[in-house]
């Protein structure tokens, strides 16, 4: 076994110099609502504890309804595994996005998953088909979003450029290409390139696609939730709510390209306070943005411990039959 290589100076100084510009982003935005508090309560903002806890549960609940959908996406391969596996598969790789890099979620659910007796191959082409498949739906409602909002008169919105980026990921995505992707990928790390049937097929991924956008259509209605929970109810226009979902989804993007910070912090915060400050006063709007980011935090951790419980109630890794070689669902 070879040794891995060790990191070079130059690129480590690049990753910790990336970090702490996302740290000085986030600081910067701590410090405009701390200077700017008198303007707050002006601006309109105040807190309402049943939609924060509205809002909580919506994205509690599309976070458990997600690894639902990792789950029938492995039964596309064999058995699937049961919902309470999936949860504590799912629940404590997700995790891994507060750690720098981006692919600890994926390797996180490769590692866990093979606990239950799942093939490593079909946990590694699923789970990276399903970040794929997350970013086509991400960009998808924000083009719809960004779009929409450009019609009622808002202005400098890229929803054009999203409407492109989303052409490409489809093709991207389909079967054929897919897998000539990832067997390039495979050929770099010297792996036996996939078959035809170790890929998703065509209905798979459309039925895939199909659960994430309704899920991602639901869980829209956290941001609906967290708007009311701090902004007075005229405040919560049907621009804004728009705004907030589009903006949260290239929020999102920038943050996954964002390799250098952890759930991409700092780097998401700022460039949706950007898009809310077309709508809202600049504290308001990084008001929001930050209670946002600490919604999200609650709501992993809640997300996390419902995965420990449902990982410690199973008591010990269930091992389904692994599927005879070359035969997968459709």
């Known amino acids: 076994m070879s040794e891995p290589t060790p990191t070079s100076p130059g690129r480590s100084a690049l990753r910790w110099l990336g970090r702490l510009l996302a740290l000085v982003i986030l600081g910067y935005l701590v410090f405009r609502v701390a200077e700017d508090r008198e303007k707050l309560a002006d601006g309109g903002l105040r807190l309402a504890p049943g939609w924060l806890a509205a809002a909580l549960a919506v994205y509690l609940g ?10 029938w996406m492995i039964g596309r391969f064999g058995p699937a595994p049961r919902l309470r596996d999936a949860v504590g598969v799912c629940g ?4 891994g996005r507060y750690l720098p890099g981006k692919l600890w979620v994926v390797g996180g659910k490769v590692v866990l998953g093979a606990k239950l007796g799942i093939p490593t191959r079909t946990l590694a082409v699923v789970s990276i088909t399903e970040l794929a498949l997350i970013i086509l739906v991400v ?21 054009l450029p999203l409407a492109a980026a989303l052409l490409c990921g489809i093709v991207a995505i389909a079967p054929p290409v897919f897998r000539r992707l990832l067997n390039l990928v495979a050929r770099v790390t010297r ?10 097929s065509v209905r798979s991924l459309l039925g895939t696609a199909a659960r ?15 708007l009311r929970a701090l902004l007075t109810p005229e405040q919560v226009t049907t621009e804004l709510v728009l705004l907030t979902i589009g903006g949260g989804s290239v929020a999102s993007i920038a943050g996954m390209i ?9 780097v998401r915060d700022g460039t949706q306070a950007a898009f809310l400050t077309l709508l809202l ?8 943005v930050l209670a946002a980011r600490l919604a999200v935090v609650a709501g992993d951790v809640a997300y996390f411990g419902l995965s420990v419980a449902a990982t410690r109630r199973r008591g010990g890794p269930s091992a389904p039959p692994p599927p005879p070689p070359g035969e997968a669902r459709t």
Not at 212 to 226: E, P, Q, R
Request: net charge negative; with cysteine; glycine share 10%.
């Open 62 to 71: 599309n976070q458990l309804a997600s690894s639902a959908i990792w789950a």
């Open 92 to 95: 404590r790789a997700w995790l």
């Open 139 to 159: 960009t998808t409602m924000g083009s719809g979003c960004l779009l929409a909002v450009s019609a009622m008169g808002v202005p400098a919105l890229p929803g």
């Open 191 to 200: 792996r036996r390139p996939l078959e035809a049937d170790e890929v998703l």
């Open 212 to 226: 994430m956008l309704t899920l991602s259509l639901v869980g829209a209605f956290f941001w609906y939730c967290l």
């Open 258 to 266: 964002a390799v250098f910070a952890p759930a991409g912090i700092g």
């Open 281 to 288: 006063p600049d504290p308001v709007a990084i008001a929001v």
